[in-house]
């Protein structure tokens, strides 16, 4: 069968006026002898041709200052643009305007990832947040696990890179990449940790408990006054070593349980406010796509970042969960971001 032709300008004008005078795309299509999604589709193209990209003014820099952060997306691949805007002493530029400026000579992408949201799930989310609405968030310990790589997440190993530039060259590993399980807890103004899991230990329940008993147990909970353990509360994801039978029963023995010990809704990482922590840490460790030869040195960079968190950083998160349950009710138990 031969390919059918395109539309002729005499047609394409023709469709024009029949629109104009009423008729449907079906009668268009009868009048002129075409098939139907020829029809269809002409319509839909010249919709979409229609709509004009209206580009939001931006605040204007100078030539040379634009010269500088050239020169700077050069020098410092995979950086920010607030990083490469930074180390040319421009401040006062927003972060549109300074990406508008960027992707005039280089490009970037990210990725997103997170857990999807049922509608049980969000019900949940909801119950949560309306039973801690009340909460001091002062006495609660917020506590969770976070894997380190050698060579950090994947889409972190991109960024700014200034045209005609060659992208640095990333170590490819033959066995893979291996990693450190580290965990940690902030209460109020105060990091807990970070502490680290033995390297090979698969963390079950029995293992998991074990761990605490050496790290939060021994080293920080022990030490604290008979009123604080009376007024804190532990929480915990629903990982399953966290949430099993055993750990459960073994917590209680140790006096965190019922009011003690909160619950947690599911697929809710944007409610934990140690992530926020995790990432301000990997962002140190990984930036400009930093990679490592060993675990010990990672986890060096990870207790070395850890340090340089200070306590007004730890209460900005901690002090956010009013925000959170309120956002969380807004929302319907839809994701609130971090």
């Not at 634009?66 to 490469?84: D, E, G, Q």
């Not at 002493?89 to 280089?106: E, F, H, Y």
């Not at 409610?271 to 990984?286: G, R, T, V």
Request: with cysteine; net charge positive; proline share 4%.
């Amino acid at each position: 069968m031969g390919q059918k032709k395109d539309l002729t300008g005499s047609e394409k004008s023709k469709i024009v006026r029949y629109l104009a005078e009423g008729c449907s795309s079906l009668k268009t299509a009868k009048l002129l002898k075409r098939d139907h999604q020829t029809i269809k589709r002409f319509v839909q193209n010249s919709q979409q041709g229609h709509k004009k990209h209206v580009e939001k003014p931006r605040r204007k820099i100078t030539a040379h200052e634009v010269r500088k952060v050239k020169r700077a997306a050069a020098k410092m691949p995979l950086a920010t643009s607030l990083a490469i805007f930074q180390s040319c002493n421009i401040t006062g530029v927003p972060k549109s305007t300074r990406c508008a400026i960027l992707r005039d000579m280089a490009k970037v992408r990210k990725a997103e990832r997170r857990p999807p949201l049922n509608k049980t799930h969000k019900l949940k989310r909801q119950d949560w947040a309306k039973r801690y609405l009340k909460t001091g968030f002062s006495k609660v310990f917020w506590t969770d696990e976070m894997r380190v790589s050698l060579d950090g997440p994947d889409g972190w190993a991109r960024g700014w890179i200034g045209k005609g530039q060659r992208a640095p060259v990333r170590l490819r590993r033959q066995q893979g990449r291996g990693g450190v399980l580290v965990w940690a807890g902030i209460i109020k103004d105060e990091l807990v940790g970070p502490f680290r899991v033995e390297d090979g230990v698969k963390l079950n329940s029995q293992s998991y408990c074990q761990f605490q008993e050496d790290t939060f147990f021994k080293q920080w909970y022990r030490k604290k006054s008979a009123s604080f353990k009376k007024n804190m509360i532990f929480m915990q994801d629903n990982a399953p070593s966290h949430a099993s039978k055993y750990s459960t029963a073994w917590l209680a023995r140790k006096g965190i349980k019922e009011e003690k010990r909160m619950t947690w809704p599911p697929c809710s990482p944007d409610l934990n406010p140690i992530k926020n922590l995790w990432s301000i840490i990997k962002c140190e460790i990984y930036k400009e796509g930093k990679q490592y030869t060993s675990l010990n040195s990672v986890w060096e960079a990870v207790v070395a970042a850890a340090r340089n968190v200070d306590g007004e950083q730890i209460k900005t998160l901690t002090e956010s969960m009013d925000g959170r349950l309120l956002s969380v009710l807004a929302k319907k138990g839809g994701y609130i971001g971090r």
